[in-house]
């Protein structure tokens, strides 16, 4: 079960940002399920500093510190033509005994994560080179130092009412969730990955994509999902079909449903959800879309996986979110998360979260993120 997590605090500037899961755990910047605004011209980035404390099913433990951040640029749009370029930075503070903020060589590393040229014409865009990118099955996954980009090119047109349709080609990728996190490897082999997909918002508060992906040799993968949010309540469903296309039988072939919804009540959240897999699935390229996700365990992987999230969040106190979720995996070990989030500012909010994967070990993480 591959791990997922929250995405940065502070001032968010998610270039391309076009998924809108309700995710259950946490309170950060970027999880509010909506749909992010492109990034606007000029200087921007973040100031982060992570501790972790980790101990291990054999119970041998590890830690790990770090400060870095990222320093991007986007430059004015002229004909239609723009640029944009990001620079990703991890450094050891005081241990890096645990490997969760460096690369996979446990040392410091600094990345140039995005570097891209990009074209508007009236309502379509191209965006090649470096980016990063969410959807569903491939996202930036920021839940340390650095988050994934990708390799590739971007096509989006919104020519249809309350419509957007996506085109996308990756062939490479490189941050957190990347076998080597330092640098830009290959996705999939020389093949890369297809996907096409397509969101509608046309009726208020309702927001439903479609999306399909195709890597040779790897997998067919379809996902849809619809959401609801009102000011009180919210409801989701998703499916997943996933076909293994290689020739050895060897990758995810399977389909996944799920459901999850939310009540808040004055300060109080309530928030439930459920998945149930027939065969086996996968997160894809980042974290993975799947609604009972923990902070370090998800569905992926596992053969005929059921899994059932009950979570609640405490907002009564100015600028502090404090909540507890909890995931029954009806195989594999549980995980229990234990969360507070506080916003000193627009910008500044620090996070601190305690994960009890039960068997599996636990582990204590603590971020800051000054965003600008």
């Known amino acids: 079960m591959q791990k997922?997590?929250?995405?940065?605090?502070?001032?968010?500037?998610?270039?391309?940002?076009?998924t809108f899961t309700l995710l259950l755990a946490g309170s950060m910047c970027g999880l509010s399920g909506e749909l992010a605004a492109e990034t606007e011209e000029g200087v921007f980035g973040n100031l982060r500093v992570g501790f972790?404390?980790?101990?291990?099913?054999?119970?041998?433990?590890?830690?790990?510190?770090?400060?870095?951040?990222?320093l991007g640029y986007v430059s004015p749009s002229w004909k239609g033509l723009s640029a944009g370029a990001t620079f990703y930075t991890t450094g050891e503070l005081f241990d890096d005994e645990n490997g969760d903020f460096f690369s996979s060589e446990n040392g410091s590393y600094s990345i140039l994560g995005e570097a891209y040229l990009q074209g508007e014409l009236a309502n379509t865009q191209l965006r090649i080179g470096r980016f990063?990118?969410?959807?569903?099955?491939?996202?930036?996954?920021?839940?340390?130092?650095?988050?994934?980009?990708?390799?590739?090119?971007?096509?989006?047109?919104?020519?249809?009412?309350?419509?957007?349709?996506?085109?996308?080609?990756?062939?490479?990728?490189?941050?957190?969730?990347?076998?080597?996190?330092?640098?830009?490897?290959?996705?999939?082999?020389?093949?890369?990955?297809t996907a096409v997909g397509a969101v509608y918002e046309g009726v208020e508060q309702l927001a439903v994509q479609g999306w399909?992906?195709?890597?040779?040799?790897?997998?067919?993968?379809?996902?849809l999902e619809a959401l609801y949010e009102s000011d009180d309540f919210s409801v989701g469903l998703q499916f997943g079909s996933q076909t293994d296309d290689s020739s050895d039988e060897s990758r995810p072939d399977g389909d996944v449903w799920g459901i999850t919804?939310?009540?808040?009540?004055?300060?109080?959240?309530?928030?439930a959800a459920f998945n149930d897999?027939?065969?086996?699935?996968?997160?894809?390229?980042?974290?993975?879309?799947?609604?009972?996700?923990?902070?370090?365990?998800?569905?992926?992987?596992?053969?005929?996986?059921?899994?059932?999230?009950?979570?609640?969040?405490?907002?009564?106190?100015?600028?502090?979110?404090?909540?507890?979720?909890?995931?029954?995996?009806?195989?594999?070990?549980?995980?229990?998360?234990?969360?507070?989030?506080?916003?000193?500012?627009?910008?500044?909010?620090?996070?601190?979260?305690?994960?009890?994967m039960h068997e599996d070990g636990d582990f204590v993480r603590l971020m800051t993120n000054y965003g600008f």
């Open 212 to 223: 399909y992906y195709h890597g040779s040799d790897f997998a067919k993968l379809l996902y």
């Open 277 to 356: 897999v027939s065969g086996t699935v996968t997160n894809g390229f980042g974290g993975g879309p799947y609604f009972t996700s923990a902070d370090d365990h998800t569905i992926d992987g596992v053969e005929d996986q059921q899994a059932v999230a009950l979570g609640i969040e405490y907002a009564g106190v100015e600028a502090l979110k404090v909540g507890v979720l909890h995931v029954d995996f009806d195989e594999g070990a549980n995980e229990t998360d234990y969360y507070g989030v506080y916003e000193f500012n627009d910008r500044l909010a620090m996070e601190l979260i305690y994960t009890d």
């Open 132 to 193: 990063e990118l969410d959807t569903p099955h491939a996202d930036t996954d920021d839940i340390r130092m650095v988050p994934n980009t990708f390799q590739g090119l971007l096509l989006s047109n919104s020519d249809l009412p309350a419509t957007t349709l996506y085109l996308t080609h990756l062939e490479k990728w490189a941050g957190v969730d990347a076998d080597i996190p330092e640098s830009f490897n290959e996705m999939n082999g020389d093949d890369g990955v």
């Open 52 to 70: 972790i404390h980790a101990e291990d099913d054999a119970g041998d433990e590890t830690d790990g510190s770090a400060i870095g951040g990222k």
């Open 261 to 271: 919804g939310s009540y808040t009540l004055s300060d109080l959240t309530l928030i």
């Open 4 to 18: 997922r997590g929250l995405t940065e605090v502070g001032v968010c500037r998610a270039p391309v940002k076009i």
